[in-house]
């Protein structure tokens, strides 16, 4: 909006030419993110208290999450809420590819929000069915693979990190893709969100690394010398993944330990579902194995150790499952498994970095 309303006047008043770069933009779109997170933090938990929307604690869980009960969940209203905002502010909104990032947020945000006011509000044990919020998010998440391979230009070849002669053409079957990767990283998110800032931590470096791929995959020069996928038009889902990122930080404020809010479904299902969506758009989809690599790690310690304990009547690989349990009651103590969990997703995302050069 400030883009469409103030770069206009650079011939009048030349301050207003930065609101042409998108690196400016993006700075501010964090900011805003940030302070709307950070001011609105309190006042949001405020409300969610008194809406006794009350974190229930299962007893089959490790012993030290029982004094987290009652603590309000479904902050990640307010993280879409900042997201939405900056994003409106600071992006050229012409631009297809923001407004579908925004529609993912918005959509899976609105599924999550559902299970968890059936869970929280209406006190119903259950919330949505397996079965019914895997077709909602499989609904929105093709949808979205055919916006997005309707876009102009777009290419339905895949990325192969560290083989740039390798890029399959999956031409419709990219469709399919889309939907694998969006459906796959937001579930993800959703099963790393146990300890306090946990999913947020490594959410924030996974948009910060996709902050830059965006910004090189937009522009011509860039993306030219480092050989990578020109997408024109996705220079602006930089913005975007700044917005993404500053919301986490200040949501991060107050979800760290020991958390005075959790983001709930709302925030772990929106928040998985935007970086998979911004990692199609981006072309650097398959890099999202490792930018993301801690959400991928805690999904397959879930698979294998359903897999393990179903064929083997009970025995388990893990002492708990995802894998941050397992640490917990080997006796690190939560912040310890916080803290080198997000150390572990910052080297991944340094890794993931080096696929720019290394191909
Ligand atoms: C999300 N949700 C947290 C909070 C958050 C198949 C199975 C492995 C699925 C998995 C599961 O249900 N995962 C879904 C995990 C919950 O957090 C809420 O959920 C939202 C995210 N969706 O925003 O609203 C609890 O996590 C803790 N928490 C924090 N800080 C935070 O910032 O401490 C969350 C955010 C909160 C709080 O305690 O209540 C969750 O863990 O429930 N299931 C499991 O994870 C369960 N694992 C399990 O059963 N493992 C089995 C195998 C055979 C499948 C095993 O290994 O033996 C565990 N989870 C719990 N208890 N709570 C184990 C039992």
Redesign the pocket.
């Known amino acids: 909006m400030l883009y469409h309303l103030l770069y206009p006047l650079h011939g009048t008043f030349s301050v207003f030419n930065v609101f042409r770069y998108i690196t400016f933009r993006t700075i501010y779109a964090s900011l805003t993110a940030f302070l709307i997170c950070f001011l609105l933090g309190p006042w949001v938990i405020g409300r969610l208290r008194r809406m006794q929307v009350g974190?229930?604690?299962?007893d089959?869980?490790p012993e030290s999450?029982l004094k987290?009960a009652g603590?309000p969940?479904m902050g990640?209203i307010l993280i879409i809420f900042a997201v939405i905002a900056a994003t409106l502010l600071w992006t050229d909104l012409t631009n297809a590819y923001v407004w579908i990032a925004l529609m993912v947020l918005g959509t899976n945000g609105a599924i999550g929000f559902a299970d968890?006011y059936l869970m929280q509000v209406k006190k119903q044990s259950k919330g949505l069915s397996v079965r019914q919020k895997f077709a909602l998010q499989a609904g929105v998440a093709l949808t979205t693979g055919v916006l997005i391979v309707s876009c102009e230009g777009f290419s339905t070849q895949v990325t192969v990190p560290f083989f740039k002669d390798i890029s399959p053409d999956l031409g419709w079957g990219y469709i399919l893709f889309t939907a694998l990767v969006i459906v796959g990283a937001a579930n993800a998110v959703?099963?790393t969100?146990?300890?306090?800032?946990?999913?947020i931590g490594p959410m924030i470096i996974a948009s910060a690394t996709y902050m830059f791929f965006a910004y090189v995959a937009g522009h011509v020069r860039f993306a030219d010398y480092l050989q990578i996928n020109y997408v024109a038009g996705a220079g602006e889902i930089a913005v975007f993944c700044g917005a993404l990122a500053g919301a986490g930080l200040g949501f991060l404020w107050f979800?760290a330990y020991p958390?005075q809010v959790?983001?709930?479904?709302v925030?772990?299902l929106s928040l998985g579902g935007a970086l998979g969506t911004v990692a199609v758009i981006t072309k650097q989809e398959l890099l999202l194995v490792l930018v993301g690599g801690l959400f991928v790690v805690e999904t397959l310690s879930?698979i294998f150790?359903?897999g393990f304990?179903k064929m083997t009547n009970g025995r388990?690989i893990?002492r708990?499952?995802?894998l941050h349990?397992h640490f917990e009651l080997k006796g690190w103590p939560e912040p310890k498994v916080i803290v080198r969990f997000w150390i572990i997703s910052i080297a991944l995302a340094l890794l993931s970095l080096s696929t720019l050069k290394l191909r």
């Open positions: 974190q229930y604690i299962r089959d869980g999450h987290k603590t969940t990640g968890d959703n099963l969100d146990g300890l306090d800032g946990l999913a979800n958390a959790f983001m709930g479904d925030g772990s879930v150790q359903v304990f388990r893990f708990m499952a995802p349990h």
